[in-house]
């Protein structure tokens, strides 16, 4: 199955303006692997994922999916099994129904309308709201914008999910459901996030960047448990692996993966 | 100064339509040539931006009133001319649809008025004259206003021209030009220093935008002459022809208004038109016919165009008949009405 | 402003409710406008009495669509002044009388008033097409029509975006009024810089939002997968109505009736 396979080798990125955000990154992401990307706010994390999807490209080194290259041509190719949530779900629904919206990707791969009606009920039942299909996405809630940009990307059926954030700015409730949704799939993932219990919980391995280079790359475990590197990096221990401020006792204790 | 509906009359409003139409297809051919089609989405979110500012009341110093951004300016610094054009297409007719700000078929109108004058005489010849030679903050003021200004007196004279072209209005022409100007003089000063502040801070902000429009949507002198010129002999003979068939044919008048939209457009219904048009022809001929009021009315009452169409002129009898009918008529549509939604409250009852 | 957004969506609301008018064919519905509006228009400046009829068509669509009438009389009401502005001046320039029923009046008035009717007539109709089409239908019927993609496209997009935005500078103009006390609008100076962040921050909301549909696949086709076809009672709502506005056009109907009735009851 090495074509779920996301290999990033030596890339290099600066903006425009002279603002170097990505400085050599190599990793390799295998089949079924669920892995968090972690750092501070500025570490380099969107501009990563904006490579990987080849919104942007880089200065340098390479991004192989599967057996192909990232270039400018086998981008449709990639972006076919690539599926990316954004961070924020407005960037992504943009039609006036949630219908239209889950529909839009499909659509634009020709598929028939029978097959693209199948896979919005399908895509929509998986995230749990099928039954907002006929609203208008501007009135959803926070956690259905969030279940509804899932589904938009679910419809194409990718091999690999990519996540920008996917819990923030949620209620604990809906926070909840997107990380149980996250759980449930068993697509490849990539998530980056702050949010280092959500990613404890989906991922067993992580990424730490700092600067725009791999600070750490290992077992959830591993990372979680040295506190001095996530310090470094702008990051704190998941409060579920902290001592309770009330009790003072560490009731939960992890299981290194 | 939008304009509604009910000031213009079908020829000019088609010939606007038409000509509204002819500028909007040449721009979106420029543009499919030219531009990056990044440039699709960033056109949908200013024109959105325009929209929300318009909703940003300003206070004008020392006068205690408020004024809004009108934006075909700031879309042409923005997004070029053409790319600027077709934006304020689009914001004009959802102002249209969801507000009846202007009307649909003043909307040919409200285009060449707000989106014409300055995306495409203001802009070119008066902004790119300023800042011809790089951009600096003053330059971007003076050009700014300058073509505000401009730009507001040509679209408030074109207002004018439209309403007395249209005759719906009594107004002497040196009154309604007295009325519009100055108005819009102030109008368009407060246009212009509103755009030079935006510009001004994008300009600081992210100079790279500009610069792109101004590469984008560059005219070179020849394409904007060639284009203006024949935008002026369209208009010459668009407008002659409809005034021709007017003069020749005045009931034939409110058709020419959908036949020139059938050619120029609406091409799918060609074969309504035409339906449209026999119709018109056929029922025109009724009068000579000897065509007679039923029972009991008149000779002198015996309906014709024109006693239809100049009902004022004829004498008290007529006028009564006009009147009693005219409110039977307003009672029946309001009963009807009535009987409807009540037979739909009836039904939507029974279905529950 | 927040007036103006909630007008937009509940219109989309409307606009996606099952009856009869909105299940109409968007292409019918725009076309049927169109002449509407032509019809309307093209009546002599002094005419009303022929004009009257024409209500019949809003009043039934109306009805029809299960709309409440409050909003929209709301609505013509606020272009009313801008309307009655300029046909203001009409009984003050046109001193020509007429006598109608023994009592002299000014053309200038009739005209006056003929000149409003239009308004509510026509405003009512472009309305009522928005309130049972909804944006996106009305974009498919453009593109049937032979309105070029780019412009629907853009014109969707300024749609979409419309909302978005709005709720963005609801939120700035919060602040800012939390911060001047008592101020009427943004002060000029500030305007600039107001509107100048929106407008950045909408810029980088713009290219995120491209970034987003290309990777779904978008190369330039706003795929809608809704192709209805024109059926009979399409046709039927089309040609009914358009032979109602050329029969009013040519003759004055209350006219008709009038002199009837009032014929029955001289004899």
Redesign the interface.
């Known amino acids: 199955m090495s074509h779920h396979r996301v290999e990033a080798r030596n890339l290099h990125f600066s903006y ?1 303006d002279g603002q170097a955000a990505i400085q050599d990154i190599s990793f390799t992401i295998l089949h079924g692997e669920a892995v968090g990307i972690i750092g501070a706010n500025g570490a380099g994390k969107s501009t990563l994922l904006m490579l990987l999807m080849g919104i942007l490209f880089p200065d340098s080194g390479e991004i192989i999916v599967g057996d192909t290259r990232l270039t400018p041509k086998t981008l449709p190719m990639i972006r076919e099994r690539l599926g990316m949530v954004f961070q924020d779900p407005d960037d992504q629904l943009f039609m006036t129904t949630v219908r239209d919206d889950v529909a839009f990707g499909p659509r634009n791969y020709h598929l028939d309308e029978q097959e693209v009606a199948s896979r919005v009920r399908e895509a929509l039942a998986q995230v749990g709201i099928l039954h907002l299909r006929d609203r208008a996405p501007f009135k959803l809630s926070g956690g259905e914008k969030r279940a509804a940009a899932i589904a938009t990307v679910l419809s194409m059926k990718p091999d690999i999910l990519i996540m920008d954030e996917p819990t923030s700015s949620l209620d604990p409730k809906s926070r909840r459901m997107v990380m149980e949704l996250l759980k449930s799939f068993e697509h490849t993932k990539i998530i980056t996030s702050h949010d280092l219990d959500m990613v404890l919980e989906t991922c067993q391995r992580f990424l730490v960047i700092k600067e725009g280079s791999v600070a750490a790359d290992g077992p959830a475990g591993e990372i979680l448990k040295n506190p001095q590197l996530l310090h470094s990096c702008g990051l704190e221990m998941p409060l579920s692996l902290q001592k309770c401020p009330i009790c003072g006792d560490q009731t939960k204790n992890f299981k290194s993966g | 100064m ?1 304009m ?7 020829a000019v ?2 010939t606007m339509l038409a000509v509204t139409a002819g500028l ?2 040449y721009s ?2 420029k ?2 040539n030219e531009m990056d ?2 440039k ?10 325009v ?3 318009q ?7 020392a006068t ?1 009133s ?1 004024g809004h ?1 009108g934006g075909g300016l700031l879309l042409a610094i ?1 997004l070029g001319p053409y790319a600027g054009f ?2 304020m ?3 004009l ?2 102002q ?6 202007g ?3 003043a909307y040919g109108c409200n285009v060449f008025n707000l989106g014409f004058c300055s995306c495409f005489v203001s802009y070119p010849f008066i902004y790119r004259w300023f800042t011809r030679q790089g951009l600096t903050s003053r330059k971007i003021l003076w050009g700014a206003t300058a073509s505000g200004i401009v730009g507001l007196q040509l679209g408030a004279f074109s207002v004018v021209a439209e ?1 007395l072209a249209s ?6 022409f040196s ?1 309604f030009v007295l009325l519009m100007q100055p108005i819009h003089l102030g109008i368009g000063l407060v246009e212009g ?2 755009t ?3 510009v ?3 300009w600081r ?2 100079p ?2 500009l610069e792109k429009a101004a590469i984008g949507g560059a005219l070179g002198d020849r394409s904007i002459k060639k284009f203006l010129t024949g935008l002026a002999i369209g208009v010459v003979l668009i407008g002659g022809a409809l005034s021709w068939f007017a003069s020749t044919s005045p009931d034939g ?2 058709w020419s ?2 036949r020139t ?1 059938g050619t120029t ?5 060609d074969g ?1 038109h035409q339906l ?1 048009a026999d ?2 022809s056929r ?2 001929f ?1 009068p000579d016919y000897g065509f007679k ?6 000779s002198e ?1 015996a ?1 014709s ?1 024109e ?7 004829v004498d ?11 409110s ?3 009672v029946l ?2 009963l ?6 009540l037979s ?1 409250k009836k039904g939507s009852k029974a279905a529950a | ?1 927040k007036d ?1 957004l909630r ?2 969506r509940l ?1 989309d609301d409307l606009a996606r409710r099952q009856n009869p008018i909105n299940k109409l064919h968007p292409l019918v519905k725009l ?1 049927t ?3 509407y ?14 004009l ?2 024409l ?2 068509y809003p ?2 669509v ?3 669509a ?1 709309l409440a009438p409050g909003r929209i009389l709301r ?2 009401a ?2 009313m002044p ?2 009655i502005g ?2 203001i ?2 009984p ?3 001193h020509q009388t ?5 009592s002299t009046i000014s ?2 008035w ?2 006056f008033i003929s ?2 009717i ?2 509510v007539l ?2 009512a109709a ?2 009522l ?2 309130a049972t089409t909804g ?1 996106e239908k ?1 974009g498919a019927a453009m593109r ?5 993609k ?2 629907v ?10 909302l ?3 709720d ?2 609801a939120r700035m ?1 919060r602040a800012y009024s939390l911060r001047a006390p008592g ?6 100076a500030a ?10 921050r ?2 980088d ?3 995120r ?2 970034a987003a ?1 290309c990777l779904r696949g978008f190369k ?1 086709d706003y795929n809608t997968g809704d192709d209805a076809k024109v059926g009979v009672r399409d046709l039927q709502f ?1 040609i009914g109505w ?2 109602f506005f ?2 009013t ?16 009851i ?2």
């Open positions: 425009p | 939008h509604a509906d009910a000031l213009i009359s079908p409003g088609g909007a297809a979106a051919k543009i499919t089609e990044k699709i989405p960033l056109m949908g979110v200013m024109g959105a931006f929209f929300a500012s909703m940003i009341n300003f206070t004008i110093p205690g408020s951004l923005l077709l934006t297409t689009s914001i007719l959802i249209a649809l969801f507000f009846a700000d009307g649909l078929l309403t005759g719906k209005t009594e107004l002497p009154t220093l509103v030079a502040a935006i001004t801070y994008v902000a992210r790279e935008i008048l409110e208004m959908e939209a457009e609406i091409e799918a219904t309504i449209f119709l018109q029922t025109a009724m009021a039923p029972a009991g009315a008149s009452e309906i165009e006693t239809a169409s100049s009902w004022p002129a008290a009898g007529t006028s009564a008949a006009g009147l009693v009918g005219g039977l008529t307003l549509a309001a009807i009405g009535y009987l409807v939604s739909k | 402003m103006s007008d937009i219109l076309l406008t169109i002449i509006l032509a019809v309307v228009v093209s009546f002599g400046r002094y005419e009303i009495s022929a009257l009829p209500i019949f009043v039934v109306f009805a029809l299960e609505r013509i606020w272009v801008l309307v300029i046909g001046f009409n003050v320039f046109d007429v006598t109608i029923m023994n053309k200038g009739l005209s000149l409003v239009k308004c026509t405003v472009g309305i097409l928005v944006m009305l049937i029509i032979g309105v070029p780019i412009m496209l853009q014109l969707l997009l300024t749609y979409r975006y419309i978005l935005l709005g963005e500078l103009l101020h009427r609008g943004i002060k000029l305007w600039g810089s107001f509107a100048g962040s929106l407008l950045l909408s810029f909301r713009a290219q939002v491209y549909m330039g089309l358009v032979a050329l029969i056009r040519s003759y004055n109907l209350p006219f008709l009736l009038g002199s009837f009735l009032t014929g029955v001289g004899q």
